[in-house]
């Protein structure tokens, strides 16, 4: 497709669980950026990759969330032991690099944790 | 360093206006706006770049003032596609190339169009 794509959509973890969520970004953007947004808040920051190198990760809330990009296209933010307040959509924008420029985002992965 | 954005809520009458504002404690390099629906993406509306600077799309347009830090989007002659969250998300001044386009948002502006 032509827009940035996200997986799964939703996703029901029992808390302790890892997660990963899938980002593929559209073909030829370079910036890659990951936020978490929690009910009725705006999107909040958590890491940004250009190609395949991390280069902000000071919005990743504990060590339990990682990140990467290893070939400079899809990206998975993995989250460990995962906990309640880990709750939230998690949406991924990428952009062409150019900056400052417009970011298209994917329609989010949505956590529950039970 | 989230920007403040006011009102929160918003309800409109079709073919009323209205006028979001985004307010930064940080000197800003640009300030973008989005507008998601319930459910869905956010999609980019505008950037704006320069102070003093205004935008329009459609009938929506926006400033920035660079010296009060501040922008406000303007949504003219609302219709009822117009409804759903606005988002400021603002770019900090910086000279690190490495800031990378980073946008930190508001918390967002709920506009409910009614017929």
């Known amino acids: 497709g032509a827009g940035v794509s996200q997986s799964p959509r939703y996703k029901v973890a029992k808390r302790g669980q890892d997660v990963a969520l899938r980002c593929d970004p559209i073909?030829?953007?370079?910036?890659l950026f990951w936020y978490q947004q929690a009910l009725g808040q705006g999107p909040e920051f958590l890491t940004y990759?250009?190609?395949?190198?991390?280069?902000?990760k000071s919005g990743l809330p504990s060590d339990r969330f990682f990140a990467e990009r290893p070939e400079g296209s899809v990206s998975t933010l993995k989250i460990q032991r995962t906990q309640q307040e880990d709750s939230a959509v998690y949406l991924c924008a990428s952009s062409l690099g150019i900056f400052p420029g417009e970011l298209f985002f994917g329609e989010g992965s949505r956590l529950t944790v039970l | 360093q989230q920007p403040v954005q006011s009102p929160q809520a918003v309800i409109l009458r079709e073919g009323e206006d209205a006028v979001i504002n985004c307010s930064s404690s940080k000197a800003l390099y640009s300030v973008h706006w989005y507008r998601q629906k319930h459910g869905e993406a956010p999609v980019f509306l505008m950037i704006l770049l320069k102070g003093g600077e205004q935008k329009g799309h459609e009938k929506i347009s926006a400033s920035f003032n660079e010296k009060k830090q501040q922008s406000s989007l303007y949504l003219t002659a609302s219709q009822l596609s117009y409804s759903g969250t606005y988002f400021c998300g603002t770019e900090m001044s910086s000279g690190r190339y490495d800031q990378g386009g980073k946008l930190i948002f508001g918390q967002g502006t709920e506009l409910s169009v009614k017929p």
């Open positions: 990759f250009q190609n395949e190198a991390q280069l902000d």
């Open positions: 073909s030829g953007h370079v910036s």
